[in-house]
């Protein structure tokens, strides 16, 4: 019943930027914590970034500097955006919605980051 669809992602050049779009069939305040995930070929998936609906935002030391997670609870979606990317940052992004009683993935898109 809950859907969230990514947006944006692409092939880019090392040091270029993409900007991520995740729109959700929900109002997400205030109840859901709005989070990116990616997951590379081979690897576990892992957390980008996230921000409450109260605002709290956190990156992980590998994607600090880089990424900007914003949320605009008005047209309920959430924007990524990745600056100076590395080849490392190949992933297929997922946005996720959790509150206190669920759990919502979108269906990711991929990010492709050229050597």
């Known amino acids: 019943q809950v859907q969230l669809v990514e947006s944006g992602g692409g092939w880019v050049q090392v040091g270029g930027s993409l900007s991520l779009a995740c729109s959700a069939s929900?109002?997400?305040?205030?109840?859901?914590?709005m989070s990116w995930y990616r997951q590379a070929p081979g690897k576990q998936r892992e957390l980008v970034a996230f921000?409450?609906?109260?605002?709290?935002?956190d990156y992980p030391t590998s994607v600090k500097g880089r990424f900007s997670v914003s949320r605009d609870d008005a047209r309920n979606t959430v924007s990524l955006q990745m600056n100076n990317l590395k080849s490392e940052d190949t992933a297929v992004y997922y946005c996720?919605?959790?509150?206190?009683?669920?759990?919502?993935w979108g269906q990711g898109t991929q990010v492709t980051v050229s050597s």
């Open positions: 921000v409450t609906a109260g605002g709290t935002i």
């Open positions: 929900i109002s997400i305040y205030p109840y859901y914590t």
């Open positions: 996720n919605a959790k509150s206190s009683t669920d759990t919502v």
